[in-house]
């Protein structure tokens, strides 16, 4: 998965314990967090020894955003949801990751935070295989549909 834009990039030991491959976007790893209570995609910036927002270069910060804004539409097209939460704490694993969370009003940590609201509730294997492939199926959608609108 390593490209020459990755330099010297290495993903967090407990992010790739919990998290699933999605895709590499343009800035970001994109990952689903491994935890079917609360879907999240997790972006992170594929560059070397970040851990705050504004450790990224302005041009790379606007691409989070970018990335933001499409992991947002990827799942809203993916799962039902009510409400997507945008958090980037890194106060237990420092590399900068930012989480994109499908919510439903009614959900086990509602209206609360998923953030240490017990122990993540893995995907069944096939559960999770066929997400990643709404998922990736969606991001491809949502690559091309943007294409278009530029082009």
Known sequence: MKTA??????LDARLA????FVADWTLCRVLLMDDAQFPRLVLVPRR?????LDDLPERDRAQLMREITRAMKVLRGTVECDKLNIGALGNIVRQLH???VARHDGDAAWPG????HGPAHRYLPEARDKLL????????????GRRKRNG
């Open 5 to 10: 834009v990755d330099g010297g990039f290495q």
């Open 17 to 20: 314990a919990d998290t699933v």
């Open 48 to 52: 070397e020894g970040l851990a705050e």
């Open 98 to 100: 930012v989480h994109v």
């Open 113 to 116: 935070p998923v953030w240490g």
């Open 133 to 144: 492939a709404d998922l990736r199926r969606e991001s491809g959608k949502e690559a091309t």
